[in-house]
């Protein structure tokens, strides 16, 4: 291995080692701070500066309060039980955190510095990095099991349980909605699936894109445990589901990879169906698109902060019911639309397109518009119908209960 | 049919109306900011917290008129324990779910504010590392005697002694009461009277109702007395 390789290897992943870990730290803040003000509180104010009285002269709406609580972690006793496995009750953690850093390489976000190092190194220049991206993220499942198996606790195993069934079941409508933007751009490779959505051509201005944005939202938060999808950790039935019998660092390290978790996957969200770094300025100023890139991140996890502050939790059978009897089918049939309207666009151009280019750009160059804004306006009504229908039929058969002795 | 996931954005708006309105309506916040304390004043440990009556009330929006926290008992007058309204009958005692409450009776009666001798509790104290805040006491006492404080700042360094309140503790004015629950006080207070009322009513009535009786029956008695004879002529 050469120098220059280290080299190139450090540049392209010290940075987002540094970069997504403080935004962990911030988003935990602006978390806390959020759901306080939505239940009227006023949250974390009083940490501040260091080394000034309490910290809490110069307390910066509390902004200290993430490092307060790093500190408190580092120093917290590490308790594992007397029956616990210890081997892989300290590998869980850290098999949690390490997938969730793997797959931030493969965000195509454009740092100034990335464009000075060979290609190799940059994994979202991968051919198959959406493909790679799932299959990391898919090892989360098998840290939280892990979690759950070698605490030797009834709540720990019972999350776990809950966590496998809820991950595995929506890893299917997730890739799914993925496989609609591999359609419209004829490749795996982030960076060009990025590129392919350049200006305003974001994949979410389509109505298959839509569908598949909001399809891939559900499952993105489902996927990351968030509310109200938070069955894994339910505090109100299980404790803390499987990190029940965490303490101190290791504790800490579960929330970072939660956290890193809903980074990565906002930022495939990003990619897929936001238009990576694109946005207003892009063009006169290539640094915004870091900066573009990181807002719908966070525009992303406001939302999902916003949905854990109004949302109640969902029951089980709710959560299976939802995943393979609504979001499964509709994503199939996502897909079949969107096969057919490309194919409806193509009409007999398809022997002509240039496989290096972007699909949907090369069929939308000389397409009728009455052609598009009919197919634009009957997929979004199959789409709704066939949602509306699928609701209907979905629901469980519960019958509104009967009160005997309230009202 | 209502729109396919409508009720979500419809919690999103509220949440969202809570969100933005905590930031311009200071009376949404119901928990305590000690932002407004000097610095100096800050707390420095936990047993330094103020616990000067009615500092607790001076941000008005932070306690809220609603709030219950551990239970009280009521006198009267400026003297506590001369109008105190407990009167030592220990059904909250038997009644308290956790059992925090414990009250020894006084051996001899004492004049409280009604005027009448009264026991009085010797001993009344409230262990609030048990209590619940059920507030059942305060539903079963017929005194009136016994009701809910607001008072939250009991954060103390000692662990049993500390969180044990006894009976002078507990002791507080109806004034006080007034000033922190002003419409249950005020409720509370029609109540005690219209029962005061209906009870001197009542006891109006029973001696309007005895006189009567009293009457009729001298009448009756002097009718009878006068009729006697007329029984006695018509039995001739």
């Excluded at chain 1, 090892?139 to 069934?165: C, E, H, P």
């Excluded at chain 1, 238009?275 to 966070?298: Q, T, Y």
């Excluded at chain 2, 017929?142 to 103390?156: C, G, H, K, R, Y």
């Amino acid at each position: 291995m050469s120098l220059e390789l280290i080299r190139d290897i450090l540049v392209a992943t010290v940075p987002l080692l540094l970069i997504f870990p403080t935004l962990f730290a911030f988003t935990t803040w602006l978390e806390r701070k959020a759901l306080a003000r939505i239940q009227n509180r006023i949250g974390p104010n009083k940490v501040g500066v260091p080394l000034t009285r309490y910290g809490g002269r110069f307390s910066l709406f509390g902004l200290g309060q993430p490092m307060a609580d790093g500190i408190k972690m580092l120093f917290k006793e590490n308790i594992v039980p007397r029956d616990a496995d210890r081997l892989f009750h300290l590998l869980a953690p850290i098999l949690a955190l390490i997938p969730a850093m793997l797959v931030l390489c493969f965000l195509p976000i454009d740092f100034p510095w990335i464009n000075n190092i060979q290609d190799s190194v940059k994994a979202f220049m991968l051919d198959g990095a959406v493909i790679f991206f799932f299959a990391i993220t898919g090892l989360n499942t098998l840290a939280v099991f892990m979690a759950g198996w070698a605490s030797r606790n009834k709540y720990s195993l019972l999350g776990g349980m809950r966590a496998i069934a809820q991950m595995v079941s929506y890893e299917i409508p997730l890739v799914l909605s993925a496989v609609i933007v591999v359609m419209m751009v004829g490749s795996l490779n982030a960076a060009e699936i990025a590129n392919a959505q350049a200006g305003w051509n974001w994949f979410v201005f389509t109505p298959w894109g839509l569908a598949a944005f909001i399809i891939f939202f559900i499952a993105a938060l489902a996927e990351t445990n968030r509310s109200p999808f938070d069955l894994p950790e339910a505090e109100s039935e299980i404790i803390a589901g499987y990190f029940t019998e965490y303490s101190g660092f290791k504790f800490a390290l579960f929330f970072l990879g939660e956290y890193i978790a809903m980074f990565a996957i906002s930022g495939l969200a990003v990619t897929l169906f936001l238009g990576g770094g694109a946005g207003p300025g892009v063009a006169a100023l290539p640094w915004l698109s870091v900066i573009w890139f990181l807002v719908k991140i966070f525009a992303l996890i406001a939302v999902m902060i916003w949905l854990r502050g109004t949302l109640p939790r969902l029951r089980v059978d709710q959560l299976m019911g939802f995943a393979w009897k609504f979001l499964l089918p509709l994503s199939i049939l996502n897909i079949f639309i969107a096969g057919s309207a490309l194919h409806l666009l193509a009409g007999d151009r398809l022997a002509d397109l240039d496989e290096k280019q972007p699909i949907l750009r090369q069929l939308m160059e000389g397409a009728n518009p009455l052609v598009v804004a009919g197919l634009w306006i009957g997929a979004l009504l199959i789409l709704y119908v066939a949602a509306n229908g699928l609701n209907q039929l979905s629901r469980a058969k519960v019958r509104p209960r009967e009160y005997k002795y309230a009202e | 049919m209502s729109l396919l996931g409508g009720g979500i954005f419809k919690g999103m708006a509220v949440t969202l109306r809570n969100f933005v309105g905590s930031y311009f309506y200071k009376d949404r916040l119901t928990t305590n900011d000690y932002s407004w304390r000097p610095t100096d004043k800050l707390p420095q440990h936990a047993g330094e917290y103020p616990k000067e009556e009615g500092e607790q009330l001076r941000d008005a929006t932070t306690v809220t008129n609603y709030s219950r926290n551990f239970p009280m008992l009521l006198h009267d007058g400026s003297e506590p324990m001369d109008t105190i309204r407990c009167v030592a009958c220990q059904i909250c005692e038997r009644e308290c779910p956790p059992q925090c409450i414990y009250i020894e009776k006084s051996t001899e009666k004492k004049e409280n504010a009604g005027g009448k001798p009264q026991f009085y509790p010797a001993k009344f104290d409230i262990d609030v590392s048990v209590c619940m805040s059920c507030q059942i006491c305060v539903e079963v006492c017929p005194f009136d005697a016994i009701v809910m404080n607001s008072q939250f700042e009991l954060s103390t360094p000692d662990r049993f002694g500390g969180l044990l309140l006894r009976r002078d503790d507990l002791l507080k004015s109806n004034d006080y009461y007034h000033n922190i629950h002003p419409e249950e006080a005020a409720a509370r207070d029609k109540r005690i009277a219209e029962e005061k009322a209906a009870k001197e009513a009542k006891k109006k009535a029973a001696a309007e109702a005895a006189r009567k009786k009293a009457e009729e029956k001298a009448k009756a008695d002097a009718e009878a007395s006068e009729g006697t004879p007329d029984i006695q002529e018509d039995a001739e």
